[in-house]
């Protein structure tokens, strides 16, 4: 298993109402990247973060938001939600932009 | 931006066969090849990686192959046993421009490991 922890592990929220995840990356580890993966999918690419700035982010709309604390721990946020925002949420920790990456248990979101 | 193509989507092998998964990708900035192994119910895991500069990696029972000029990379699991049934995925990233950092996923395979 590796160091990185994700809270809640579920979390059941309705339609329009806010969420926040939050992961804890692996020790050593500066970079935290944020994946939402649909049932039969494979991971998509929100966001990621080094060394607290933002460094990329992929097709998702404004409402999804994050940030990365001194401790590299991370949160991400996401307003308005839509039932399509229902799936898991995986946040994956690194030692830099180019090293492998190793992912959290996940958080389970399910939008009513 | 990157686009990773995954075949097959299901794959069935007895168990002591061989099992191919094949990748494709889109962007030849992509310098980085990752294939994770997810459990039902569980996170991704890291079962082995390969950069550009090498065309072949092999860890025991699995071994990845590259080939930069077509664009494809494939994991090749020899000696099947029943606990490797799981979903693969493959993925690629870059080190420049929009993909810098970004892991891009194939769309994933089902291995089904039968004893």
């Known amino acids: 298993e590796t160091g990185v922890t994700q809270s809640p592990t579920h979390l059941i929220k309705t339609r329009g109402q806010q969420v926040t995840l939050r992961c804890s990356s692996q020790s050593g580890h500066n970079t935290v990247s944020w994946y939402q993966q649909a049932l039969g999918q494979g991971p998509q690419f929100i966001f990621q973060?080094?060394?607290?700035?933002?460094?990329g982010r992929g097709n998702f709309p404004p409402r999804f938001s994050g940030l990365q604390f001194p401790n590299y721990s991370s949160e991400l946020n996401v307003n308005a939600l839509e039932l399509d925002d229902s799936a898991l949420y995986l946040c994956?920790?690194?030692?830099?932009?180019?090293?492998?990456?190793?992912f959290g248990p996940g958080t389970r979101l399910t939008v009513t | 931006g990157e686009n990773v193509e995954q075949h097959p989507s299901t794959l069935s092998v007895q168990e002591g066969d061989s099992a191919v998964i094949k990748c494709t990708y889109s962007d030849s900035a992509s310098n980085y090849f990752p294939w994770y192994k997810q459990e039902l119910g569980k996170r991704p895991q890291l079962i082995i990686d390969i950069r550009s500069n090498v065309g072949e990696k092999k860890d025991q029972r699995i071994a990845v192959t590259l080939n930069k000029t077509a664009k494809h990379f494939s994991l090749h699991i020899t000696e099947t046993q029943p606990e490797d049934s799981a979903v693969y995925f493959c993925a690629a990233k870059g080190d420049g421009g929009t993909s810098y950092g970004k892991l891009t996923f194939g769309q994933g395979t089902i291995l089904t490991v039968h004893p």
């Open positions: 973060y080094y060394r607290e700035e933002e460094n």
């Open positions: 994956a920790s690194s030692r830099g932009l180019l090293y492998e990456q190793y």
